[in-house]
Each structure stands twice: as C-alpha cells, then as structure tokens.
C-alpha cells in the first residue's frame, strides 16, 4: 500500500485535492474513472472528477508511515479521494464480487 495526492483545478470556480492510501489493485482499478460531480465546488456546480497521471501522484514516504496512516485512519487520509465516490466503490465491489458492508449485517 502505498499514499497518494489527488489535485484537480478547476479554474475560478476552484479545485479538489485530498490525500489517500491505495494498493496497486485499488489503484489499477480508480486510474482512468470519471465521474460527474454535483455541487462539489458550491451550489450549482458540475464538474468532472477525473483520476488519472495528470491528477495522482505518488507521496514518497516510508512503508511504516503508510502502515500507521493506514492503522489509524483508514484509506481515506484527507479532503477528495476516489473513495469518496459510492459509484466507484460498488463498481469495485462489483468487479470483485464483494459485499457491501452494509448489506445483510444485521441477519
């Protein structure tokens, strides 16, 4: 698992950034997704979230420090990461043939 920033400007109307853990297959699977976002940057905005080579970037920090940031708070670090999207996370869930974990807890 490694940490990443995610950056996207969006002009005068502002930018998105945030920072996250991701293994190489969490990764693979996020590189590339688009998805159309309401309100994200105040009322009445639309933007496209993208995720790709112009957007994340690698933070090189050591193993024991992902560990820890991974331990302590999850995938989810800071601000907009791809995790924040439920689209792509049932996606993800799809393709790998996962549960929702919220599904069926209770039974």
């Not at 193993?63 to 302590?72: D, G, N, S, Y």
């Amino acid at each position: 698992m490694k940490m990443y920033r995610y950056n996207q400007d969006y002009g005068r109307m502002g930018d998105l950034s945030g920072v996250f853990l991701a293994d190489g297959e969490d990764l693979a699977w996020f590189m590339g997704a688009e998805v159309w976002a309401d309100d994200i940057l105040g009322k009445h905005s639309e933007v496209k979230v993208s995720f790709n080579l112009n957007t994340v970037s690698l933070i090189d920090v050591s193993e024991q420090t992902v560990a820890e940031l991974h331990r302590v708070l999850g995938k989810n670090i800071s601000g907009t990461t791809p995790y924040d999207f439920d689209y792509l996370i049932e996606e993800w869930r799809e393709a790998h043939l996962l549960e929702s974990p919220d599904e069926d807890e209770d039974e």
